[in-house]
């Protein structure tokens, strides 16, 4: 009987180290789901968010990685001016896909609350936010708590986001977009291409928005007219 | 005796099972541990995660209380020839496994999401229900020879 009473304090005392210590860690569960790289890779059809028109004449597909400094540079320096003079003229289109280098601790985990604020139709604010405090990725601590107010600035609800993160919804997806990038042979962040072709190999600076705009004028300039439109047949 | 401590040590589990869930509804900690197939925070922050103004994860700690207490009290050399004990906590599993069901049944079809903890609560619970007849079904004890006054209401 004395023995079976020790088993049941020896319990008691284990169970509730655990409970503490889960209490204590409580959220790695979710951000290993959602930050780490998943089992499987999943080929959801999906290739990306997008900004401008769908028959724009040129495509832009923009590989990067939410952590990296030069891509945040280049979302709230460059964009603003790319979006005004290529996107909303109707010239570009911009895709963007993931490819978070490894080097990167909360890159996957930024990439994920971006895709889970997508889910929501709020992908746009969720990375304007992301590069606009991109303070979080200079400080090396879990921004777990950070990115919910973000996604919260973003219009984003909180439940589904929170479910969306803790379950790791499209880690799959960022990993198949990564592996995409790696094809294209990706070498860093941001990486562009253009109609599929690889931008500014040899260039030693982070592109502007000026290089952008003669590269879309000249394609515009060297691409054979398009054929009169045809009347839809029936 | 062995079907008791059986009892106390499954409701000993169960009741740090529903600690943890009734701590984390409280807001103590960050994002509850789930695995990676999530499901926990979807059904903790569902509205049925509140029945009658109180966290349904409470209720939880209440009953594995009220079995945990019942059972080490059953265990008493005085109470060992007494079935009332396993009765009452047969009457507690009964009731504990009823709201299992309940939520079981708003998971699968209201909420659309499984918690991992609630499932192995669910598992304990039944646990302790069928040990629980098992007890009640054994063979009594001889008597002791001394007469005994107590008895369980």
């Not at chain 1, 180290?17 to 789901?33: E, P, Q, R, Y």
């Not at chain 1, 604010?125 to 996604?151: C, E, I, N, V």
Request: hydrophobic share 45%.
């Amino acid at each position: 009987m004395n023995r079976f009473y020790v088993m049941v304090g020896v319990l008691a005392v284990v169970l509730g180290i655990g409970v503490f210590a889960m209490l204590k860690t409580g959220g790695a569960s979710a951000s290993d789901a959602a930050a780490g790289p998943p089992p499987t890779v999943v080929d959801d059809s999906f290739r990306g968010y997008t900004l401008g028109q769908e028959n724009a004449p040129v495509e832009i597909v923009e590989y990067l990685d939410f952590e990296c400094p030069v891509c945040a540079t280049f979302a709230t320096l460059q964009m603003p001016t790319i979006t005004e003079q290529l996107i909303t003229t109707g010239k570009a289109r911009w895709r963007f896909r993931d490819y978070p280098l490894p080097i990167h601790k909360y890159s996957r985990f930024a990439a994920h609350a971006a895709q889970c604020a997508g889910a929501q139709g709020r992908y746009f604010q969720m990375q304007d936010q992301l590069f606009s405090h991109h303070q979080w990725a200079q400080t090396g601590k879990d921004p777990s708590s950070l990115f919910r107010d973000l996604a919260q600035a973003s219009g984003v609800d909180l439940k589904a986001y929170d479910a969306c993160m803790e379950a790791g919804r499209y880690a799959g997806r960022i990993e198949y977009s990564r592996q995409e990038g790696e094809q294209r042979v990706v070498d860093g962040t941001p990486t562009f291409f253009a109609n599929g072709t690889k931008l500014f190999n040899g260039l030693r600076r982070l592109p502007n928005s000026d290089d952008f705009k003669s590269l879309v004028d000249s394609i515009i300039a060297h691409s054979p007219p398009k054929p009169a439109a045809r009347p839809a047949r029936r | 005796m062995r079907y008791r401590q059986a009892i106390a040590l499954l409701a000993l589990v169960g009741l740090f099972v529903a600690l943890y869930l009734w701590l984390h509804a409280l807001g103590f900690g960050g994002a509850i541990k789930c695995g990676a197939s999530g499901g926990c925070e979807t059904v903790q922050t569902s509205p049925w995660a509140v029945f009658l103004g109180l966290p349904v994860a409470f209720y939880g700690v209440v009953g594995y209380l009220a079995v945990l207490i019942a059972a080490l009290v059953s265990l008493r050399p005085a109470a060992l020839a007494q079935p009332g004990w396993d009765r009452l906590v047969l009457g507690l599993a009964s009731l504990g496994v009823v709201f299992t069901a309940y939520l079981t049944y708003v998971e699968l079809f209201l909420i659309h999401a499984i918690c991992r903890w609630c499932v192995g609560s669910a598992v304990i619970i039944t646990a302790i229900w069928i040990v629980s007849i098992a007890a009640l079904r054994r063979p009594s004890p001889p008597k002791s020879p001394e007469p005994r006054t107590d008895r369980v209401a």
